[in-house]
Structure formats: structure tokens, C-alpha cells
């Protein structure tokens, strides 16, 4: 027994007074929490934006902290809105985002809403209609399911949406009970918050941190989000005994003796709610006592003490109560009084009653139908102690509630009804849990929600296998739909055994087109190396398929063309791509044309002698993009056509295609277009020299790959950062960093990359040993994929660096069908000419008459595409094999090379290569005095015959600053005074 003595506070006030709140408005032991959270909404006004994750335990305190922010944000003029997750799984997809949305519309005018729909967010109307509704905007559709550009473009939108929002008032977003959103949501709050830092909004998650486990896909976004740097982490504990006692003390109006605070904090741990719970029961108690002492029993636990206050409340009170229990922490008053077959007057009355116990509130005035239990705990309490049976009969009531009472929209409801039917179709009747099963994850499907169709899928797999129906057709298009779903998700292992599952049952229920569908996905999911593996399943689906199917029969021999590119069957790839197109042509379809085409393309790649083939499907493809409706696919037939320019080295045409490529992909923000066409304007910076910004830009193309390309997106980066430094001369301070990258044993670098550049650093040993290990029987651990044109570029040049002849003649003949091409790093750096490399490997075997040739060949392709970088360099590799030559006039033609290759390096500040060009000079000519170099010994010979620093610039077609700067290296290395002094020098050491 614990003892309570009686106040002066009167009983009435326990109701109004508010729970964990003191005088003053203060939160009872939440004081640095709050500060941190109001640290966060003041930041956000001035556009510092940040995530902030609130955890901790049922009852802790959590939303009532969030509440308190809301408060004070709004107070500071700020917009705080909510996003509620839904209890059960029967919540619409995004649902706290669609209530965000909705929010923040509704904060808005039509005139500020129209200024914020400006910002291309229309993708967005497929979650919020009524928006677009209210201000009669057609709005675009979100694009075609099953693409993660799609999707990510979704998610722009969102975060625009909102940004621009919060450019009118800044934002504050809370995000409720995150432990039970959907993994679509999650998604887009990890999208969303890597994106705030610059933004007037602050984002506030509250989630129980008990409830996140293994199989909780909030653990992976709480790791996600960790890794945001502009991320708090607060965790709410229990109160201290003396906050307990303060807590009590507010809610009963009384002063309670200390054993009686003292048990009550042992029991409860100091959880606010706990806490709250045993208070009031006190304070019930209290009312009813006319004595100033009395006693009560401390409950054991939250969920008795909840259990005491329900048993004041009627039968009637608790069996509704029960009801809406099972249809979640929110709840439509509609739904439960078709449930109780009572009217809706009556069923808000006992709903009146149990708002008066403090159990459930009326949401919203505005909509008298919405309720919601005050605490998550008490509809828990209430839902456990229903029976199983009991349990799966109201899940089928409110499921036929649901469609009854939303009969001419039931769209907007179907995850919940699914959610009630499926827990319920152990009763019977699944054929229509089933039916509606369908129809959810469709609409998942078609609003980009791809997790929560895979979980719709899922359910009437568990549903059909249930009823003994496992190898049912409709079986079979779910494990399709998952598998396929699951690509743009980036789960591969599991796209991979549901297509195969998928393929099973196809094949089981012969239905040839499933199994195309299926055959084609899986060309999608595999590498290069492992395409091989998909065409036998790719020519089982010929057999099935009729021959009248044509437009299924293109699509599949399209994929073929594909899948055979691996295997190394460039004949049958040829043949089998030019007969996809053929039927193409007969379905009379762009789309289906442009797919063939586009497979075609791909299964050419990396064999040089396609090129003008290849080349002549892209014309055609750039033709069908004005024809082709969808904006995504547009992209993709100019996409292919630039890599075949690049390859080509067309940049003329390359150039006039890049700009409509890279303007369609930012303005329909198609994420991995605008990342790609980002990636290729790099790549022609980087050829023409063009540095000013670029290191920057590269940094900024990163970032943004790591949403839609994640994988892609740091190899990029680090072959365009390699090729950057090279051009600039910066390789060569990396020696001592590489030696340390080196000497570890599990260095993930590339491994081609990481020997050119201990080649560039002089690291030749080390060098040498990685040559070795990738020229193995005839450079064949250099796999043929899209790199295998980097890796032999590579190779090549390390090899001339190591001087390893019999490597070269291998080297030379797999790079020959390159000649007439350039080389590069797939689509992020293009190196130039391949005919150099070509040149340099024809001069190590002794091949002088093939050396110039190319040589000849790659200066005037790289002058042809202004590769300016690459021409300096490849000047000055000619200049070195000429120089060589017992030929006057080839001595003639080097000089001049080092010479035009000197003003490319001087123009576009390639300090390691003007280097390499000073030595070059000095190397076998005679000992120059006072270390001089040859090109201040050139400078030297024109001054001392009177020549100014401008007929020097003039003779020797360098820049004036460039003389300047020999002149005082002259004066200072010879120590003369004065040009005059300089002249009587030459004169003395014989410069004539």
C-alpha cells in the first residue's frame, strides 16, 4: 500500500492540468532535449536545415516532447506539420508523406500553391489528386513502374515540393511512430534528408527504438541517416525520482509522501506515461475519498494500470473500443458503427464517453468522424485481449465496412482493406482477399511505391499457398512482379529467386508470355559475365512463343542480341539484333522498335568493326525519340547515341546531341539521365581542357549519383578526379600516399588504375607486379565488359613504362581494331585518339614505319575533337620518337612538336607535362652549364644576339610571361646581373 496526504489543489483541475507539464510551461525533465530541438527550428529559419531522431520507449514521452516543438516553432512563426505512421500494415503507401503533403496545401492559398507547383512537382498528384483538383491543374503521370528514375524523380518532387514551400515560411516536418512506416516512406526520408542541409526545414522522427530489430527496415535508414552530417540523435529516458514526484504531483493536484513517489518510480521506471497512468488512478481514487488519507495499490504495469481505467467504462464503451482497436490507432467512426451495426450518432456518443476517460480524442473538428486513441499503449492493451477468433471476425467486418462505406473510392482505402481480408481469409472466402490484393499492390506499382507492392505481392502468394493454390498463374506473376521490383530497389539476390521461381512457374503453367517477360528481366539484373546464363532461358521463350506474337518475339530476340554478347558470339549477336529490328519494324511501334534498337546497340559494344552499324541504329533511334511519348525513354535513345559518338569520336555531332540530352533530363528531373548527361559534359571538359569549375562540378556529379547510381557513382568519380590531376600535373605528389595504399594487403583500388599511377609516381616495381598479375595467358583476366577498352589503354601505357616487349606485340594486336577510335573510361573520360597508344606499343616492338603512322593519325583526330589535353601529350610522345631518328628533318619536325606541345601546356597549365618537355630537350644534347635547361639555353642564344622578350616569345611561340620567367632563371642560375651581362656569358660558354 502507498499512502497519499491530501492538498489544498482542487480535484477539478487534475483534468486540464497537462501531463509531464509544470508552471511555466515546461516540460518535466526534457529541458536539454528541448533545447536541442529548438536549436534545430532555429537553424532552419535561416536555412541551415537538419534531421532530428527522437527515440526511446512506449510512453517515454516522445510525441508530447514533438508537440512541445511544434508549439514553440510556430510561436517563432514557423509551419509545423505532422505525418502520422499507421499502426497496422494496412496504411496507404507514403501514407505520413500524403499527410504532409496534404498539410501543407492546406496551409497555403491557391495563388501561394500555384507558386509552389511551379517547381515541377506535378509528378506528385498521383499520392495528393485533390491538390491539383483544387486548382484544376492536369498534372503529368509519375512515369512507367519498375524504374528506379521514375521513382527517384518521385521523390524529387516530394523534396521540392517542400523546399519551395519553405521558401515562403520555413518548415518544421514531424514524422510519428517512424517504427511503423512503410519501407516506400523510409526511402523517401533517407532521399529527403540527404538534401536539408541548405534548406529552411527541419525534420523531426520519433520511433521506438525496442521496436527496431533486425528485420526492422528502419534499422538500415536509421543507419542511412546516421551517416547525414547534419543528423541529432536524442534519446528520451525515464524521469529521475524527483521529476516523478513533480510529474505526480501536477496531474492529482496533491502532495504525495515520499514512499509513495518512491514506489511509484520503481514500478514505472520514470516513463512519463506510466507515471501518468498511476496518477490519474490516484487522483480518481482521491476523488472519491472524503478522508485526507487513503491508500491504493500500484499497478505492475502500464498495461494494468491502462486495464484499471478501461474497467470504469461500460460494456458497451469497451466492446466499441475493441473494435476500433483492431482497426488501428486512427480510426473512422463510420467504419466502426457499420461494424457495431449501430447509427453513427450513437456510436459517437459511447466515443464521447471514452474521450471523457481520457482513452481516445477527436482528431479534428473538421471531420467528427476521425478519432484516435490518446496513446498507442491503450489500443495495444485493448487489442491484445481480444481472442484470435474474435479478432479475424471483426477483421472481415471492418474489411466489408471499409468497401461499404467508401464504395465509389475505394482506391484510397485498398491497403487497408487488404490488410482486414487477408487476416481474415483463414475464415473463407480468400478468392476476394485475393481479388483486392491485386488491385493494391497494382496501385503501389503505379504510385512508385515499390516495398509496399512487393509486400501486396507477397500477401497473396501467402494467401494462394494457403489454399493450396502455390503454382497458380496468379503465383507466378507475383514472384515476377517482386523479382522485377526488386531491381530498382537494388536487391539483385532476391530479383534473382523470385525471377527463378517466376521462370518455374511460367514454364509449369506454359505461359510463354510470362516466361518472356521473365527471361527479359533477368537480362537486366545480370553482369556482363553472367548474361551467357540468361540466354538459354531467352531462347526457351522463343519456342513458347507463338509466331504471330511479334511484338513479345522483338523483345526477347532484342534481349537475346544482349545476352549472346557474352558468350562471344559476335555473328549471332549481328543476326540475331538486325532480326529483333525486323519484327519491330512489323509491330509498327516506336517503342518496341526503339528497344530493339537500343539492345542491339549494347550487344555491339566493345567490338570496334560495329561502330558504323552501331552509329546507324543510334541515327535512327535520336529520330524515334521526337516520336516517342514517354520522356524516359526519349533519353535513352539519345543516351546510346552519345556513347556511340563519344566512341566514334564525333564530337561535333556529340556536342549538338549533349545539350537537348542534358536540357530534357533536368527539366522532367529524370535523376540518372541528368546524372549521366552531368557525367558526359565532364568528360568533355576534361578533353578540351576546360578546368576552370571542374573539380567542383565532378564533386557535385557525385553526390548526385549516389542517389540514382550509387554503385556507379564513386568509379566515376575517381577516373574523371585520375584524369583531372594527371592532365594538371598532380599525380606525381602522390608517391608517399600510394606506397601506404600499396603496403595494404586489402586495398580495394581498382587494380588498373592503381598501376598507372605507380607508374606516373615512379613506383615501377610495384607497377610491374600488377602488370604481371593482369597480363596472365594474354591479358585474359581482363574481362570483356565496358572497362575492357580502360584496362588494355592501361596496360598499354604501363608497359611501354616498364619496357616489356613480348606484352606489347599482345597488347598491340588486341588494341589494333581500336585504331580509327578514340579510348576511354566508359562514358566518364575519354583519353583521345587510341591510334597513341597504338604508337607507343608500335615503337617498343620496333615498328618505327607503324609508329608514325599512328602518331600521324592520333594528332589529327585529337586536334578534329579539340582534346587538347591529350594532343599536348601525345605531341610530346611523337616529338620523343622523332627526336630519335637519325633524320634531320624528323629532328626538325620533333622540335616543333615540343614546341606546339610546350604552348598547349603552357595554355591549359599542364605543369607536369611542360616538365617532361624541358627534360625531353635536355635529354642527349650536350651538358648545359650552371644546369640549365634547353629551353633557357634556346632563350639564352636568342638574347645574347639582342633579341627583346618578345621577338624571343615570337621565334620560339611561347607567351611573354612564359619568356619572362626563363630570363629570370637565367640570370639567377649564371649569376648575372643584366641581359648584357647574360649575352657576355653566352658568348664565353660558346652559345651560338
Not at 595504399?741 to 588498373?752: D, F, G, T, Y
Not at 629532328?891 to 616543333?896: I, K, P
Request: aromatic share 6%; hydrophobic share 45%; net charge negative.
Amino acid at each position: 500500500m502507498a499512502h497519499v496526504t491530501d492538498s489544498d489543489a482542487q480535484p477539478d483541475a487534475v483534468s486540464v492540468v497537462a501531463p509531464a507539464l509544470v508552471s511555466g510551461g515546461n516540460l518535466i525533465g526534457r529541458c536539454e532535449a528541448l533545447k536541442q530541438l529548438h536549436a534545430a527550428a532555429e537553424k532552419a529559419i535561416d536555412g541551415h536545415g537538419s534531421l532530428v531522431l527522437i527515440s526511446g520507449e512506449p510512453g517515454i514521452g516522445k510525441t508530447r516532447v514533438a508537440e512541445e516543438v511544434a508549439r514553440h516553432a510556430e510561436d517563432r512563426g514557423l509551419l509545423a506539420l505532422w505525418g502520422r505512421c499507421f499502426e497496422q500494415p494496412g496504411a496507404p503507401p507514403y501514407w505520413p508523406w500524403v499527410q504532409l503533403l496534404r498539410e501543407c496545401a492546406n496551409a497555403h492559398s491557391d495563388d501561394q500553391l500555384r507558386t509552389v507547383l511551379k517547381s515541377g512537382t506535378d509528378v506528385i498528384a498521383a499520392l495528393t489528386p485533390e491538390i491539383y483538383g483544387r486548382l484544376g491543374i492536369d498534372p503529368v503521370a509519375v512515369g512507367e513502374a519498375g524504374t528506379a528514375d521514375n521513382r527517384h524523380r518521385l521523390f524529387d518532387a516530394i523534396a521540392r515540393f517542400f523546399n519551395a514551400a519553405a521558401a515562403n515560411v520555413p518548415l518544421v516536418l514531424l514524422l510519428d511512430d517512424l517504427h511503423w512506416a512503410d519501407a516506400s516512406s523510409l526511402n523517401l526520408l533517407e532521399f529527403f534528408a540527404k538534401g536539408l542541409r541548405s534548406e529552411r526545414i527541419c525534420v523531426v522522427c520519433l520511433y521506438r527504438d525496442v521496436e527496431v530489430t533486425r528485420q526492422s527496415p528502419l534499422l538500415s535508414t536509421l543507419g542511412e541517416l546516421a551517416r547525414i552530417p547534419n543528423t541529432v540523435r536524442l534519446r528520451l529516458t525515464g524521469l529521475s525520482h524527483e521529476e516523478t514526484t513533480e510529474l505526480t504531483a501536477a496531474i492529482t493536484g496533491l502532495r504525495l509522501q515520499q514512499d509513495v513517489t518512491r514506489s511509484i518510480y520503481e514500478q514505472t521506471d520514470g516513463n512519463p506515461f506510466f507515471v501518468s497512468e498511476i496518477a490519474k488512478l490516484i487522483a480518481d481514487v482521491h476523488v472519491s475519498t472524503t478522508g485526507p488519507v487513503y491508500a491504493i495499490d500500484v499497478p505492475d504495469s502500464v498495461r494494468e494500470a491502462i486495464g484499471r481505467r478501461l474497467d470504469t467504462l461500460s460494456t458497451e464503451t469497451n466492446d466499441l473500443l475493441a473494435a476500433a482497436a483492431v482497426l488501428g490507432r486512427d480510426f473512422d467512426a463510420r467504419v466502426i458503427a457499420h461494424v457495431m451495426s449501430c447509427p453513427l450518432g450513437d456510436c459517437l456518443q459511447v466515443l464521447g464517453n471514452a474521450a471523457a476517460a481520457g482513452i481516445v480524442q477527436a482528431m479534428n473538428d473538421d471531420a467528427p468522424t476521425a478519432w484516435r486513441f490518446n496513446h498507442a499503449l491503450m489500443r495495444e492493451t485493448l487489442y491484445e485481449e481480444i481472442t484470435t477468433l474474435e479478432r479475424l471476425q471483426l477483421h472481415r467486418r471492418i474489411a466489408d465496412a471499409i468497401v461499404a462505406i467508401h464504395v465509389d473510392g475505394v482506391d484510397t482505402v485498398l491497403s487497408e482493406v487488404v490488410h482486414h481480408m487477408c487476416e481474415a481469409s483463414v475464415l473463407g472466402n480468400y478468392e476476394t482477399a485475393v481479388e483486392y490484393t491485386l488491385l493494391a499492390a497494382e496501385r503501389a506499382e503505379r504510385l512508385l511505391a515499390y516495398e509496399e507492392a512487393c509486400r501486396h505481392f507477397t500477401k497473396l502468394i501467402d494467401v494462394m499457398t494457403a489454399n493450396s493454390l502455390a503454382d497458380h498463374p496468379q503465383v507466378a506473376h507475383a514472384y515476377f512482379r517482386i523479382g522485377y521490383l526488386a531491381i530498382p530497389l537494388g536487391r539483385m539476390e532476391d530479383s534473382f529467386d523470385y525471377l527463378m521461381r517466376a521462370v518455374r512457374l511460367a514454364r509449369l503453367n506454359k505461359d510463354a508470355r510470362l516466361f518472356a517477360r521473365v527471361a527479359s528481366a533477368m537480362v537486366q539484373l545480370t553482369s556482363d559475365s553472367s548474361q551467357a546464363h540468361t540466354a538459354p532461358l531467352l531462347e526457351e521463350a522463343l519456342q513458347m512463343l507463338p509466331q504471330k506474337d511479334i511484338r513479345h518475339r522483338a523483345i526477347v530476340l532484342a534481349h537475346l542480341a544482349f545476352a549472346l554478347r557474352a558468350g562471344d558470339r559476335q555473328e549471332r549477336v549481328h543476326a540475331t539484333g538486325e532480326q529483333a529490328i525486323e519484327l519491330a519494324r512489323e509491330t509498327g511501334k516506336a517503342d518496341v522498335l526503339a528497344i530493339a534498337l537500343r539492345f542491339a546497340i549494347m550487344g555491339l559494344r566493345g567490338d570496334p568493326s560495329t561502330i558504323d552499324q552501331r552509329l546507324e541504329y543510334g541515327r535512327e533511334l535520336v529520330t524515334l525519340a521526337d516520336v516517342i511519348d514517354d520522356i524516359g525513354e526519349r533519353s535513352e535513345c539519345w543516351y546510346w547515341q552519345l556513347l556511340n559518338l563519344l566512341e566514334a569520336g564525333r564530337m561535333d555531332e556529340f556536342d549538338a546531341l549533349l545539350e537537348p540530352f542534358l536540357r530534357n533530363a533536368e527539366q522532367y528531373h529524370l535523376l540518372h539521365h541528368s546524372y549521366a548527361a552531368n557525367v558526359l559534359s565532364i568528360a568533355r571538359s576534361l578533353m578540351q581542357g576546360q578546368w576552370s569549375g571542374l573539380e567542383k562540378r565532378i564533386e557535385n556529379v557525385r553526390l548526385r549519383g549516389q542517389k540514382p547510381r550509387p554503385r556507379d557513382a564513386e568509379g566515376v568519380y575517381g577516373a574523371q578526379m585520375f584524369q583531372l590531376n594527371r592532365d594538371l600535373g598532380r599525380l606525381r605528389t602522390m608517391a608517399p600516399l600510394m606506397r601506404k595504399i600499396v603496403a595494404e594487403p586489402e586495398s580495394r583500388l581498382w587494380a588498373p588504375g592503381t598501376m598507372l599511377i605507380c607508374c606516373e609516381v615512379g613506383m615501377l616495381d610495384e607497377a610491374r607486379r600488377r602488370f604481371e598479375e593482369l597480363a596472365r595467358d594474354g591479358f585474359a583476366a581482363v574481362p570483356r565488359d565496358d572497362m575492357w577498352i580502360t584496362c588494355i589503354v592501361f596496360c598499354a601505357e604501363t608497359c611501354v613504362m616498364i619496357k616489356d616487349l613480348e606484352r606489347a606485340k599482345t597488347l598491340y594486336r588486341l588494341l589494333l581494331p581500336y585504331a580509327e577510335q578514340t579510348a576511354g573510361h566508359a562514358q566518364a573520360v575519354c583519353f583521345g585518339s587510341a591510334a597513341a597508344y597504338l604508337a607507343m606499343l608500335a615503337e617498343l616492338i620496333g615498328k618505327p614505319d607503324a609508329a608514325r603512322s599512328h602518331y600521324e593519325y592520333a594528332i589529327g583526330k585529337n586536334r578534329e575533337m579539340s582534346a587538347w589535353p591529350a594532343l599536348a601529350r601525345h605531341q610530346v610522345h611523337y616529338a620523343k620518337f622523332l627526336l630519335a631518328s637519325e633524320s634531320q628533318e624528323d629532328h626538325n619536325s620533333g622540335r616543333q612538336l615540343l614546341i606546339d606541345a610546350e604552348q598547349l601546356a603552357a595554355r591549359f597549365d599542364m605543369r607536369g607535362l611542360a616538365a617532361d618537355i624541358d627534360a625531353l630537350r635536355a635529354t642527349g644534347s650536350a651538358s648545359l652549364p650552371d644546369d640549365l635547361t634547353a629551353r633557357e639555353a634556346e632563350v639564352l642564344k636568342l638574347l645574347a644576339i639582342g633579341r627583346s622578350n618578345k621577338d624571343i616569345a615570337k621565334v620560339l611561340t611561347i607567351s611573354l610571361s612564359t619568356v619572362a620567367t626563363h630570363v629570370r632563371n637565367i640570370l639567377s642560375k649564371t649569376g648575372c646581373a643584366n641581359r648584357t651581362e647574360a649575352a657576355a656569358y653566352a658568348m664565353q660558354h660558346d652559345f651560338d
